[in-house]
């Protein structure tokens, strides 16, 4: 295959376009999709560079099919991935259960939009619940949260090798302003700066017989026995909390000698640092802390955290999604939690600036 | 963080706010600054206002909306309501003043209020084609955020396929340019103190 970029590349676009950069150079093989605002061009471009790449793209009827089609493609050896927001992730849950269920690789980008139901096709925080917890079962799934173009190109090309290193489904979790704005980033190749690509493999169809040159490849997701279920899941729970420290990223400054250290994820943490900078340099002890995985959460920074500081506070475009995650790794914890929820709308710097002047007044 | 310049534009769908912002954020990106362009989106994105938010500065960008902007431009009346939420006492607000009955609703807390007779000069100097390129001077010659060349680069960048075929655009084109800078730094003149 041709490279993409001669080692590394300065542009200019939009967060979607971003993403389908990020998924050919993490050696995507496939995308399934289906159209939802503000996701779409991530399949327009894609299904324009992947020609290019030999690369494929399958349009499906709805987000359940691009959901278990993207199943199917990992099921197959390939790394696929799909992209999806709002409603359509509300679909997108029924799959991704699946996946969490047999344990499968799968990538998905999302967008989110506002909520519930079709409510905007602009932006908010509203689908932390639903990316991090999902649908039935126990959340078994690893989630980034982005804050950049830099961020969604990392990222992406990330979700892959997190995916098919420990076999959850992985999310890149950004929203309608990452996708529809732009900004500048340094593309790159991954092997250029010594990140090795993890090879996808089939669940089915591999060589030999089964059960005499190999074990059978049996990936359920029907049981009979309510023992056999338990078995199984306490399997997966316990390689999910063993990854957890491993996986688990964050990113905090100013909190050791704080009086409040505010906390949010994605493009809010952007209006969190600016306000912080403007704080700090007015002589107020403001620090912050961002999950970049909001599933799984960094646990022992969160604890030490509550544990250390006087207040906090969680701002976030949504009614509390980010903060019911907080609070339960916090309990115990003797900070004052206060939050400053947005639920659908974007939050500045000045905002979050005169929140925390209040606080500190 | 360093000084972050803020614009705001405001107009009528296909008065190409979209693309003039889309080209500053561009040009101050090759000019090796920050840059972020995020346009605003939804239903209203057909046959509503079209509003395009651009901040240009030294140092790591913050939200991609922001409450008050440095230079707020609106192209029509319903520009004008919908884009004086952004102006505060340090804002120039930039209005074409061919647009009719806004006396009122200009938003008079603005740190200056500039009107520029850009559709005008449109029609009658150029072409109404090339309305948004005196725009584009406009806000480059209020703001000083990018060099007035390398506005025209810029523009020679996305038109220049164009102005290979038909090479009068351009000069059409970056004189329109150079009259949005005049035209701006003319209603300056003439601010009452």
């Known amino acids: ?361 | 963080m360093g000084e972050t310049t803020k614009i705001v534009l405001a107009g009528e769908g296909g008065q190409g706010v979209q693309s003039v912002a889309g080209i500053i954020a561009e040009a101050a990106n090759e000019e090796g600054r920050q840059a972020l362009y995020i346009p605003n989106f939804g239903v209203e994105q057909r046959g509503g206002v079209s509003v395009a938010y651009v901040q240009i500065s030294d140092s790591i960008i913050g939200s991609p909306k922001f409450q008050t902007g440095d230079i707020v431009v609106a192209l029509s009346g319903r520009a004008v309501r919908r884009s004086s939420r952004y102006v505060g006492s340090n804002t120039t607000f930039i209005y074409d003043s061919g647009i009719e009955g806004v006396e009122g609703e200009l938003p008079r807390n603005a740190g200056m209020i500039l009107p520029i007779p850009a559709i005008e000069t449109a029609k009658k100097d150029f072409h109404p084609r090339v309305f948004n390129i005196i725009i584009m001077g406009a806000v480059v010659g209020a703001t000083g955020v990018i060099p007035l060349e390398s506005a025209k680069e810029a523009v020679e960048k996305k038109l220049g396929y164009k102005f290979e075929k038909q090479p009068k655009l351009r000069e059409l084109n970056f004189k329109a340019m150079e009259r949005g800078v005049e035209l701006v730094a003319e209603a300056a003149k003439y601010q009452p103190v």
């Open chain 1, 1 to 361: 295959m041709q490279k993409l970029f001669e080692n590394e590349k300065k542009a200019f676009m939009t967060g979607n376009e971003v993403v389908a950069w990020a998924a050919l150079a993490a050696k995507a093989d496939i995308m399934y999709g289906y159209p939802i605002t503000p996701q779409n061009e991530i399949m327009h471009y894609w299904t324009r560079l992947a020609p290019k790449f030999d690369k494929k793209f399958l349009q499906t009827e709805d987000e359940l099919s691009a959901g278990f089609t993207t199943i199917g493609g990992v099921m197959a050896g390939r790394k696929a991935f799909t992209a999806t927001a709002g409603p359509g992730n509300t679909l997108m849950q029924e799959p991704m259960s699946m996946a969490e269920m047999m344990r499968l690789p799968t990538v998905v980008v999302v967008q989110q939009r506002g909520g519930p139901s079709t409510a905007t096709v602009i932006y908010s925080q509203q689908e932390v619940n639903m990316t991090a917890l999902g649908g039935n079962g126990e959340g078994l799934r690893i989630v980034y949260s982005t804050s950049s173009h830099q961020e969604l190109f990392d990222y992406t090309i990330k979700a892959f090798n997190t995916a098919w290193k420990y076999r959850f489904p992985t999310f890149v979790l950004g929203d309608g302003y990452q996708a529809k704005m732009r900004e500048s980033l340094t593309l790159y190749e991954p092997e250029s700066r010594g990140i090795n690509l993890i090879e996808p493999e089939p669940y089915l169809g591999k060589a030999g017989v089964p059960g005499v040159d190999r074990p059978p490849a049996q990936f359920r997701n029907t049981f009979s026995m309510e023992e056999e279920l338990y078995e199984l899941l306490m399997g997966y729970v316990k390689d999910y909390e063993k990854i957890m420290p491993e996986v688990a990223e964050y990113q905090s400054s100013g909190v050791e000698d704080a009086d409040l250290v505010i906390v949010g994820h994605g493009i809010v943490f952007r209006a969190i640092r600016a306000a912080v900078d403007t704080l700090r340099r007015r002589g107020l002890k403001v620090g912050y802390f961002r999950p970049v995985t909001l599933r799984p959460l960094s646990i022992p920074q969160i604890r030490e955290l509550t544990a250390g500081v006087k207040k906090m506070l969680v701002v976030e475009s949504a009614y509390g999604q980010l903060a019911r995650l907080i609070k339960e790794v916090a309990y115990g914890g003797t900070a004052e939690m206060l939050t400053m929820y947005r639920p659908g709308v974007g939050i500045t710097a000045e905002e979050v600036e005169a929140e925390a002047e209040k606080i500190l007044k």
